[in-house]
């Protein structure tokens, strides 16, 4: 193909807008290459001016230079946009810390590179179709393309259901793919090729002393938090009361003590899952200024049409509701910026599910026959109504796999309720096994040697980098405000890597060596307190309030929803019934079955 003039091949369609009179000018890209017919897109493009993608996480910047194009959103921490555009190209984004997301084209060669961050903060779409290609870092204009059609991927569906999103490079209809996290995409003659450019490191060499490595941990913690430290005063953190928000929160107001920082958090009236009375001990002990909001019922009833807003694509964590409701919070007070302790867990060995995991990996050590005896008793106790049985049951199921087959059953709904969940039609296109080989070939990606930091790596890639990080842009990019995320630094979690993995988790003790280094920063009650998350309390709702049982029941089996014959009515009645009987919490899955169904109204159907 004989190459364009940039003016011909790279259509660049800014949308910029202020966060507040005296904020940064924000935007979204979309860059366009080859043969695509641009007039057919321009409904595509125009979408870019509604609001409901209101990026703020960083100025889209153009840049050309020694016969390259740059497109692209950067927030950077260390690192220069311009390296891109120098004499030579020698991958300065592997030195960058902060979020990104470009697109480079070579105006003599008519090659494309597009690149997103270490964790994919920010996201990069593309769809290519012969000698054409199109890349945005939003979904809709995409699915303009005349080659897209607005159908939904199976294999996407059925890892939603699994996963509670889906995960890169697929996305909710085939036409459209998403490069996954530290991904960079190359086009060249009209060929895709994707690789991966980084990886969460494991050297696993340090080991000793446990107050050297405590201090030491330490100082790379402080330094780390220090160095996202935004400029300006109209920034905040996410203060959930955890340890890695108080962390966060704590580092940055002794920093300087003098500059009181904005601390934003939000509770639920639910026993069980407030964590505001922690959020106001850290922020109490800290000296920062608290901001303290709830989500409700109610409230969650009356956002819910829009919160399939928040993001591109169907996304299942309800814990976008109270994120959506914080980052809301802190824009109304005049932020900016948040800076939020995501990956801390994942990195510091914080996850419950890590020390179940060792006890259920010790289940699985044992002599063939005993383990054999525990699943059969499993087997009989379990399936009835008592949920501690069921959870016996659970146990002896799970500690009888390797993993990371025990691990996705954390995450196998639509794998272990396959012919009784899909729909005939569904079932003859997909396999029950799906997902768990998409997270086989996570889990071998891995460079670690210890089991626990396997596991972990496969948390960063999927649950942060592939839902967590997507739920709390989303929310923040809804309020108008931008985000960081300093605990995973490049430079902290290779460091992390190289701790022993009995640093982190010691049979039920977690986050072992990191409850030593931030001793004297955290307060008791911090360090003390159990693991709660940042859940919604739905699986109460739906159990207890008639109100939002009967919306999700309603939604779920409703004319519309059953015409799309994908799951069958009577399963999710079951799980109704088992639900409210408490066999068993299926709040999860219910809710994700809720959210795919508005999704699919408000952005394939076209209707509400």
Request: proline share 6%; hydrophobic share 40%.
């Amino acid at each position: 193909m004989k190459p364009s003039r940039p003016s011909d091949t790279l259509a660049i369609h800014n949308m910029l807008r202020a966060h507040t009179a005296s904020g940064p000018a924000v935007g979204r890209f979309v860059t366009a290459f080859g043969a695509v017919d641009l007039a057919a897109l321009q409904g595509g493009l125009s979408t870019l001016d509604s609001p409901l993608r209101s990026a703020a996480e960083g100025r889209v910047e153009v840049r050309r230079g020694h016969g390259r194009s740059v497109v692209g959103v950067f927030d950077l921490v260390a690192g220069q946009v311009d390296d891109l555009c120098g004499p030579e190209l020698l991958a300065p984004w592997q030195h960058w810390r902060g979020r990104f997301a470009f697109v480079m084209h070579d105006e003599a060669s008519g090659d494309c590179l597009a690149v997103c961050d270490h964790f994919g903060t920010l996201p990069i779409f593309y769809s290519a179709h012969r000698d054409a290609l199109l890349v945005g870092n939003t979904f809709g204009p995409l699915l303009r393309a005349p080659w897209c059609a607005r159908q939904p991927d199976p294999a996407a569906i059925f890892h939603y259901l699994n996963f509670a999103c889906i995960p890169a490079p697929l996305t909710i209809v085939p036409g459209v793919r998403r490069l996954p996290p530290a991904s960079l995409l190359r086009w060249q003659a009209g060929k895709v090729d994707v690789q991966r450019w980084w990886r969460p490191p494991y050297d696993e060499d340090l080991d000793g002393d446990a107050d050297t490595l405590a201090a030491d941990l330490r100082e790379h913690l402080v330094a780390t938090v220090q160095r996202y430290r935004p400029v300006g005063s109209d920034w905040g953190c996410f203060l959930s009361g955890g340890t890695d928000s108080s962390s966060v929160t704590t580092i940055l107001a002794r920093q300087h003590p003098a500059e009181r920082v904005h601390s934003y958090s939000i509770g639920f009236a639910e026993a069980g899952f407030d964590e505001l009375d922690f959020a106001r001990i850290a922020a109490e002990a800290c000296g920062a200024h608290g901001h303290f909001g709830s989500v409700d019922e109610a409230e969650t009833l009356a956002v819910l049409p829009r919160l399939t807003e928040l993001f591109d694509q169907p996304f299942g964590n309800a814990s976008a509701v109270p994120t959506r409701a914080c980052a809301a919070l802190a824009a109304l007070d005049g932020r900016s910026i948040l800076l939020a302790g995501d990956g801390g867990d994942e990195i510091f060995g914080g996850n419950e599910r890590y020390a179940k995991d060792q006890i259920m990996q010790r289940f699985y050590e044992l002599p063939r026959p005993i383990k054999s005896l525990g699943r059969w008793l499993g087997r009989r106790v379990g399936g009835g109504s008592s949920h501690f049985l069921n959870r016996i049951d659970n146990f002896t199921r799970r500690g009888s796999l390797p993993n990371p087959d025990r691990f996705y059953t954390d995450d196998a709904f639509a794998s272990e309720h396959f012919n009784e969940l899909l729909s005939p039609r569904l079932q003859t296109t997909l396999k029950p096994g799906l997902s768990l080989q998409f997270m086989r070939e996570l889990y071998a990606g891995s460079d670690a040697r210890a089991e626990l930091h396997r596991i972990m790596a496969l948390d960063l890639e999927l649950a942060i980098a592939q839902n967590d990080l997507v739920k709390v842009d989303g929310a923040c990019r809804h309020a108008g405000i931008s985000v960081r995320f300093p605990l995973l630094d490049p430079d902290l979690v290779a460091y992390t890597g190289r701790l022993k993995a009995h640093w982190k988790v010691r049979g039920l003790d977690k986050r072992h060596l990191f409850k030593k280094a931030v001793h004297g920063i955290l307060p008791e009650a911090i360090l003390r307190k159990p693991k709660q998350g940042f859940g919604l309390p739905v699986s109460v709702w739906i159990s207890e309030r008639p109100a939002f049982r009967a919306w999700m029941h309603d939604l779920l089996l409703s004319p519309r929803s059953r015409a799309r014959d994908w799951f069958q009515a009577d399963f999710i009645q079951h799980l109704f019934d088992r639900h409210v009987a408490g066999a068993w919490d299926y709040s999860g899955p219910l809710w994700q079955l809720a959210i795919l169904e508005l999704w699919m109204r408000q952005h394939l159907d076209g209707e509400v």
